[in-house]
Nanobody, 128 residues
Framework: VQLQASGGGLVQAGGSLRLSCALS????????IGWFRQAPGKEREGISC???????HYADSVKGRFAIPRDNARNTGYLQMKSLEPEDTATYYC???????????????????????WGKGTLVTVSS
């Protein structure tokens, strides 16, 4: 199983960005997807997860600004980010779990160890 995250870059505060996570080697829709981020000097945190059934969790820090659609036909997940703030600057990681596909998305996001597969991070920098 491989996950390929892309779409990071430099954006001004208030701007938008969309990250993509392409999955391969895994049956379409047979997994939950999570997006995690690690800011400089901080621990990695789960910010949004979507279960196989489509239930979604957002961390309070991104609620109302981020969305996590998934395209099962393309085996791809997305993190749509708007109203970006300098505090959103971080390396963003997508992850997937098959064993926890039906986890509550809040439960899945709470502990990175609940994810089975990880992609390499993509850096998002928000300038003020």
């Amino acid at each position: 199983v491989q996950l390929q995250a892309s779409g990071g870059g430099l954006v001004q505060a208030g701007g938008s960005l969309r990250l993509s996570c392409a999955l391969s080697g895994i049956a379409p829709s047979a997994y939950a997807i999570g997006w995690f981020r690690q800011a400089p000097g901080k621990e990695r945190e789960g910010i949004s997860c979507i279960s196989m059934g489509g239930n979604i969790h957002y961390a309070d820090s991104v609620k109302g600004r981020f969305a996590i659609p998934r395209d099962n036909a393309r085996n791809t997940g997305y993190l749509q980010m708007k109203s970006l703030e300098p505090e959103d600057t971080a390396t963003y990681y997508c992850a997937a779990t098959v064993s926890g596909a039906y986890y509550s998305p809040g439960y899945a996001c709470a502990e990175e160890g609940r994810m089975d597969y990880w992609g390499k991070g993509t850096l998002v920098t928000v300038s003020s």
